[in-house]
């Protein structure tokens, strides 16, 4: 892909990468996790070499997501921190997703939406990672009455993280010019000014 000298950059390598292995970790655990949930889903364990092999991997690409899902968390945590735009933001939604975002509250490098995002995700990840080492009856010894919650919450939590990641995959497919930020680290000008004005104006000095 050929891009212009005057795009601007969004994510530097290792920001992306980072994204990369916490999206990659979340597919995988994913698709273990169904394998699980469900006996119509169990086929899915031969992704891993079977069964066996998927109990084995899934805790530790867990602790792999874990782990960097933290280190993201504390590059961008300052970053979503929600303000009296972001919350205006979110009450006007309904225009953004008929089209209409030109009255849209000015934003920054993330928008109302990505923030509260950010915010949901980071729950998720928090519940499943407590529950998950509950439940890791191979390394850890808690209380059989625990380790059932432990089961209920991250269950419910991995189900609410997956339809988030949907609504981040989707929007990002919605918003035209949006992955590539992510595969080569860069947006157009003109992306920037329509639908991140305040950090357009921050990165550029202009209106």
């Not at 970053?79 to 089209?99: I, Y």
């Not at 509250?105 to 990672?129: A, D, H, R, S």
């Amino acid at each position: 892909m050929i891009r212009n000298p005057r795009d601007l950059r969004r994510y530097n390598a290792s920001e992306r990468a980072n994204h990369w292995i916490v999206g990659i970790c979340f597919i995988l655990l994913a698709l273990s996790g169904l394998a699980f949930f469900h006996p119509a889903l169990f086929p899915l364990v031969n992704l891993f070499g079977g069964g066996t092999w998927a109990r084995i991997l899934h805790p530790w690409i867990g602790v792999v997501m874990a782990v960097f899902f933290v280190i993201m968390f504390f590059r961008f945590a300052s970053l979503n921190l929600m303000g009296g735009k972001d919350w205006d933001w979110l009450s006007k939604v309904g225009k953004m997703v008929d089209g209409n975002d030109h009255d849209m509250p000015e934003q920054g490098k993330y928008n109302g939406g990505q923030k509260l995002l950010f915010w949901l995700l980071t729950l998720c990840m928090v519940l499943i990672t407590v529950s998950g080492v509950v439940m890791w009856r191979s390394q850890f010894d808690f209380p059989v009455g625990l380790v059932r919650a432990a089961v209920v919450v991250h269950a419910a939590a991995a189900a609410f993280m997956i339809g988030l990641i949907f609504v981040h995959v989707y929007a990002a497919i919605w918003t035209r010019g949006t992955i590539r930020a992510m595969l080569y680290g860069t947006v157009t000008r003109a992306w920037a000014k329509q639908h991140h004005r305040g950090w357009y104006r921050q990165m550029t000095g202009k209106d």
